[in-house]
């Protein structure tokens, strides 16, 4: 394979990299301070693209490749790294999981807004106890009536708590030695202790 940036891959590269210095760079530093995410600029990347750059047109993406998505984080992450790596999960742990396991019912629920940068997708793995070890994971899903109860708890959750996260794929034992991964509306409300019910349709 041949993984020489085309000129097609230069011409998106000098455009992300314009757009970062003009929309990124003269606010950075007052982000940081704030401890803020700016949603606009989300907003604003999904406008260009860059949230649906490897999926396919289809889904609303751009029928690009994966050196077309790491271009674009790259340039971002030189001016900053926080709206980069919101960037690389957004796509990476967010949107592809629905993409490559989901069903087209959920691809078809999920990724329009995912693509476009209109809503984040995050992604819980890490727990308290367990670190990021996914056979080490403490949380619990049990079938119930029409869905799953899943009982438990998540520390880190990348792309979390963002006023535009709207789904959070994670992780919980279905098994002694099982591990499956449940897509979960980002506002289900919880149930002490821990416990969330979720309905699969």
């Known amino acids: 394979m041949d993984y ?3 000129e ?9 990299r314009e757009f970062a210095r003009a929309e990124l760079a003269p606010h950075t530093e007052q982000w940081d301070l704030a401890g803020a995410l700016p949603v606009e600029i989300i907003h604003a990347m999904g406008d260009l693209g860059l949230f649906g750059l490897p999926f396919p047109e289809e889904w609303g993406g751009s029928g690009g490749d994966l ?18 790596i919101t960037l690389s999960a957004g796509v990476g742990l967010g949107a592809s999981p629905i993409y490559r396991f989901g069903t087209d019912e959920q691809r078809h629920r999920w990724l329009p807004d995912l693509l476009s ?11 308290p106890d367990g ?3 996914a056979q080490a994971t403490r949380t619990k899903a049990a079938p119930t009536d029409g869905g799953w109860t899943l009982n438990g708890a998540k520390a880190f959750i990348t ?12 992780t919980a034992k279905t098994g002694a030695d099982e591990v499956t991964s449940f897509i979960v509306p980002a506002k289900t409300p919880g149930r ?7 309905v699969l349709t």
């Open 117 to 127: 940068g209109r809503a984040l997708g995050a992604f819980g793995l890490t727990e």
């Open 192 to 198: 002490p202790p821990g416990s969330i019910v979720i």
């Open 67 to 84: 050196l077309s998505l790491c271009l674009a984080i790259e340039e971002i992450g030189r001016v900053d790294q926080s709206v980069g």
């Open 159 to 170: 792309n979390s708590g963002t006023p535009i996260t709207s789904v959070i794929t994670l």
């Open 4 to 6: 020489q940036p085309s």
């Open 8 to 16: 097609e891959h230069l011409a998106l590269q000098r455009t992300v």
């Open 131 to 133: 670190g990021s070890d």
